[in-house]
């Protein structure tokens, strides 16, 4: 594909969904929420990827919601040279790698009393590489007279992940993923939020990088290039406190979080975060964000795997995500209410509990990893 | 084993904690105003990943702990 028809490509992409989104929305004129996002992603590793995304949630019945979400990314892997561990085939590897994504969520939410909410969604995920297919379901129970909401969630998903070959053809292993998942949200006072969770989750199957090379130095001395080996099950926890805390006397919002992570390949890490959200008119958001994340290597990783045994059935990995690192992500955003189109009544109406957004995150890591990541998005109250 | 069980008596203390409250520092309806507004980022209907969670999960090795849906990220790794 040349660089002109690739612009063309994201160009539609991001602007198709738009015009889609704007010429419905008076369509689905009801009760409900419809929202579209675009993302647009670079790093310092020269990849790329834009996604699109719309998602509706229709009020059907008093208590019965309708839930859709379709996502579409492109994405842009650079040729392989020396120096990239990219993830990508080695198939034509002096040519960008492409490919594309589509991915759908179709949901039900019902209420069940004054109390009770019960959902059930399911999701399909397709790429050139992988499939993913997932069932989950949600039951949420208000308590205290609505002071308290703890919400329990399962999720099993069934993926297959594919290697595309030399010869063009792909090969497909299978990842299961089970996951549970419990959060207690607790009212403090008229301007505070608790909010505790915990999750679960067990992988089996397929769990390296069918791309990624691990370069063994054998008994002779020699290099031999091999295939990543991980084990085939991983058990991964984590432990999430979050505190908002709205300020009335500036009209904004402060967010702390800290999470504290553990999994079965010794992968610790910790997450803080803290985000200010303030308005600097009636219908203009202005937010500022800092994320901070530390953590430990998985008990396999080496810097060098010397020995002929890793290039038979010993555990090898060259994923820095399983290397010991830091991070640092800063964001910016801006979100505007088009409370004033929608005053006017009339077809533009349901703009008036409508708002867009722009966001900016720089992250940088301890592994000389930078990506910028600009973040579009436009939210409609039908 | 015994950290393990440590870790999971502080997250049920906190609970019980946070339960506890709600039984007596209840907030009224009424007094709920602060707490609807969109700055304080209350979840939506949707259970899948933000885009930014995405992000950290095809670049950080420990995904989980907030909601998430779903495999294959559409992301360059």
Request: hydrophobic share 35%; proline share 3%; glycine share 8%.
């Amino acid at each position: 594909m040349s660089g002109r028809d690739g612009f063309v490509r994201r160009a539609a992409l991001l602007l198709l969904p738009v015009a889609t989104v704007t010429a419905i929305s008076p369509l689905f004129a009801g009760d409900g929420e419809m929202g579209f996002t675009n993302y647009y992603f670079t790093d310092s590793g020269a990849n790329k990827v834009v996604t699109t995304s719309f998602n509706l949630a229709r009020k059907l019945l008093e208590q019965t919601t309708l839930l859709l979400d379709i996502e579409l990314d492109h994405v842009t892997v650079p040729p392989i040279t020396a120096v990239t561990g990219a993830s990508r085939p080695q198939r034509d590897k002096s040519q960008p790698f492409e490919k594309s994504r589509g991915q759908v969520i179709l949901g039900m939410e019902q209420g069940i009393g004054q109390n009770l909410t019960l959902s059930a969604s399911f999701y399909r995920s397709q790429e050139v590489d992988y499939i993913s297919s997932s069932a989950v379901g949600t039951a949420s129970l208000d308590m205290f007279r609505k002071n308290t909401t703890l919400t329990l969630r399962g999720q099993y998903n069934a993926d297959k992940v594919g290697k595309i070959l030399e010869s063009g053809d792909v090969y497909n292993q299978n990842k299961f993923v089970y996951t549970g998942a419990a959060d207690l949200t607790q009212v403090l006072s008229p301007t505070t939020v608790l909010d505790l969770a915990y999750d679960v989750v067990r992988l089996k199957g397929l769990l390296s990088d069918p791309y990624l090379q691990v370069s063994v130095i054998d008994s002779t001395g020699g290099t031999v290039l091999v295939d990543e080996l991980h084990p085939d099950n991983r058990t991964r926890h984590a432990g999430t406190a979050r505190l908002s805390q709205f300020i009335p006397s500036i009209r904004a919002s402060l967010i702390g979080s800290y999470r504290y992570y553990w999994d079965t390949w010794s992968v610790k890490s910790h997450t803080a975060e803290l985000k200010l959200n303030k308005y600097i008119t009636s219908d203009l958001v202005f937010s500022v964000d800092y994320r901070y994340y530390t953590q430990t290597g998985s008990w396999f990783y080496q810097p060098d795997y010397i020995g002929s045994g890793y290039t038979e059935s010993l555990y090898r990995t060259v994923d820095y995500k399983l290397t010991p690192f830091s991070s640092n992500n800063f964001g910016l955003s801006l979100s505007y209410t088009l409370r004033a189109l929608g005053a006017g009544g009339g077809d533009f109406e349901f703009l008036e509990n409508s708002s867009i957004e722009l966001t900016y995150f720089r992250y940088f890591n301890t592994l000389d990893f930078s990506a910028d990541i600009v973040q579009f998005a436009i939210k409609f109250s039908i | 084993m015994r950290t393990w069980a440590i870790r999971a008596a502080a997250g049920a203390v906190l609970a019980a904690l946070a339960a506890g409250l709600g039984g007596c520092m209840a907030v009224k309806a009424t007094e709920r105003n602060y707490l609807a507004d969109p700055i304080m980022e209350r979840e939506d209907h949707f259970s899948k990943q933000t885009l930014a969670q995405k992000f950290f999960s095809s670049r950080e090795g420990s995904i989980g702990g907030a909601s998430g849906i779903g495999g294959g990220c559409g992301c360059a790794k």
